[in-house]
């Protein structure tokens, strides 16, 4: 039997008959919204912890309507677009409104093709901006956080709004614990200065998917307090990018809704450890750079037992990711080693290092990649292979004939526990 992986933009087989036993791990799949733009609506009218959005705004207000980045699980433009509508239905000039893209944004993208992107808001008579972290003129200063004491200098535009609302989806992470919520204000709409503080915290802290009350979670919600934000609308989208749920209201009791529901889709358990696990990053654009598709490692690691091994189905088609990742990762021999760099001179990508050293120091790692083999040999330590033979002849000569395996369709969407 052969099992299907999404990778880059295509997909890759893996035939399953070379092991003694295959245990599928999928999270929940969602029922198709038929009616988005009333679910989103819906959301608007009747929001958590706060009065609907109609009686929050006035024809002379300010609004910023912060943006994260459009993906297959956020489609940004299908969301904006009745959020606008509903602001119009207000009497609002369009030219009183704001459009904030986040700095997780690509900033390789022009205005022009963010514009396009998110059908044409301009020429509707709306204001469009990228945020860019390294502008200090377009930045102000708003204090601390108290519990990380993350410095937070803020867009100007997002802080001069009447009313400043966020609009993202809600997912499991690794290292942030969960996006959406106080996520759009950081590090999405911060300076560099705080979004490294911030990324160094999450690097020496432990932030398990979906826990609210973690470090990261702490911080992120603490500074969306801190910057005023009023109002957020997130999606929460199943592992296959459908529309699973849409909660509005209170930044933080909003938020907390929809981690809920995230958990519900997200969380599986697994009968014991596996021999082998074989995980896919979900294929584009997660799996552009090692960097991106280090996520699903966590899942995976949860699922193996220690000295099994780890195949990572991930294109890497533009090779390892941001520098910070690249040097640490390649230069450091331990998860130890890695945590020493942190300490004494973090740049941002470290934190996913360690996460990469973790796996690869109790698990034996496999990675089919794009990547040429001598790079992940020499340089990452583990195997690397490029099609579904070389992957089955690693995993034998690790684990002998018959090893029993899990299969992950998409790491970075599912959160697990033992039984």
Known sequence: MRYSFRY??????????????????LPRSA???????????????????????????????????VVDRPTAAFPARDVLAPVLSSLQA???????ITVLLTSQYD???????????????VSQGYHLLLHDPADASRLREVGKTPTSRTPLE?????????????????????????????????????SLRGMVHHMRMRAMTKNPPLAVDSPASVDMSEAALLAGLDFVLNTVPDWRGSLADVVGGNPKAAWSRGVESSMALSSAT????FDLVVVSAGGFPSDLTLYGAIDSLYAARIACRRNGAILLVAECSQGLGPSGFADCVTSAKSEKEVASLIEDSFRTGMEKARLFWSVNESTNLILWSELPNS?????????????????????????????????????????LSDV
Do not use: Y
């Open 107 to 121: 900033l390789t993208c022009t205005k022009d093709e963010v514009n396009r992107l998110l059908d044409d808001p």
């Open 31 to 65: 029922a198709d919204q038929s009616d988005v733009w009333g679910t989103i609506l819906n959301a608007l009218e009747h929001p958590i912890g706060t009065d609907p959005l109609a009686n929050s705004v006035s024809d002379s207000s300010t609004i910023t309507v």
């Open 375 to 415: 790079l992940v040999a020499n340089k990452l330590h583990c195997t690397g292979v490029q099609d579904s033979q070389e992957a089955t002849d690693a995993a034998r000569a690790i684990l002998g004939t018959g090893p029993k395996a899990a299969l992950v369709p998409d790491g970075r969407a599912i959160v």
């Open 90 to 96: 207000q009497a609002l000039d369009p030219g009183n």
């Open 154 to 190: 803020v867009n100007k535009s997002f802080l001069d709004a009447d009313f400043k609302m966020a609009l993202s989806s809600i997912r499991p992470d690794p290292f942030a614990s969960a996006t959406g919520g106080g996520m759009s204000i950081l590090p999405g709409l911060c």
């Open 270 to 273: 697994i009968p014991g450890k």
């Open 8 to 25: 880059g933009a295509g997909r890759i087989d893996i035939d399953a008959d070379a092991f003694n036993s295959v245990f599928e791990i």
